[in-house]
């Protein structure tokens, strides 16, 4: 027992506890979790004995937990919105990814077969009261489908719409439209398997569409070299994406 216990010592010296542990990482329902795994198989391929965890939330939920200071907050994570301004002397912030978002429809819906609507036709789509299939307040998804439905719609409008029916995760989403039960707004790279296979329709819609995903890693604790060799893979970005 004691050789063990002077073995361990001896050890510990060498590595800090945080070396010895999984990361600790976050990815948002649906595009955020879909990104950090592409993030994670490219750094396995450096680093194949690498030790991780993950966990999925709303973008809100994984940068305050990035944020805080407890034993199990989080080491980084893949989020659709920016932190606020309240949280951003914790975290530090880097956009890793930009995508298009799509109206997604199912493969029988009126709008199947076509590849782009005008404002005004999107409007009108919308003012005719289809079944539209948002996420929950907090998420990045729901924070861009606001900011563009918003100056289309109107303030109230655009609330009323994106709190009728609201699915916790994004693969409940899809699942949601491609058996038709309404439509969504959705990131591009997230549909592009359904898309592919037959089970969806995506239309692309006029203006800003783009959206933006970042990294959120701890900017007050300490960082280990293993969560710097991890956002230096992620900070090489995904732009293989839309190739």
């Known amino acids: 027992i004691k050789d063990y216990k002077r073995g361990w010592a001896d050890l510990t010296r060498f590595f800090s506890s945080t070396d010895m542990r999984a990361l600790r990482l976050g990815g948002g329902t649906g595009t955020g979790i879909y990104l950090l795994r592409l993030i994670i198989k490219r750094y396995r391929e450096k680093f194949p004995d690498a030790l991780t965890e993950e966990r999925t939330d709303i973008s809100e939920e994984l940068i305050r937990s990035v944020a805080s200071q407890t034993w199990e907050s989080l080491d980084l994570a893949i989020v659709g919105k920016l932190p606020p301004s ?103 790279v997230i549909v592009k398997e359904e898309i592919s296979a037959g089970k969806l329709w995506a239309v692309t819609i006029p203006g800003d569409a783009t959206r933006p995903f970042y990294g959120v890693w701890t900017k007050t604790r300490q960082r280990w070299s293993v969560l710097e060799d991890f956002i230096m893979s992620m900070k090489d970005g995904l732009n293989f994406l839309n190739e």
């Open 86 to 188: 309240s949280l951003r002397a914790s975290v530090e912030c880097q956009e890793i990814f930009v995508d298009r978002s799509v109206l997604v429809v199912p493969r029988d819906h009126p709008l199947s077969g076509k590849n782009s609507i005008s404002e005004d036709e999107l409007v009108g789509f919308f003012n005719d009261g289809p079944l539209f299939i948002s996420r929950p307040k907090g998420s990045g998804a729901y924070e861009a489908m606001l900011k563009y439905l918003e100056p289309l719609l109107g303030r109230n409008e655009t609330q009323v719409l994106l709190n009728r029916i609201v699915a916790p995760n994004m693969n409940d989403v899809r699942e949601f439209v491609s058996q038709g039960h309404g439509v969504s707004i959705m990131p591009k």
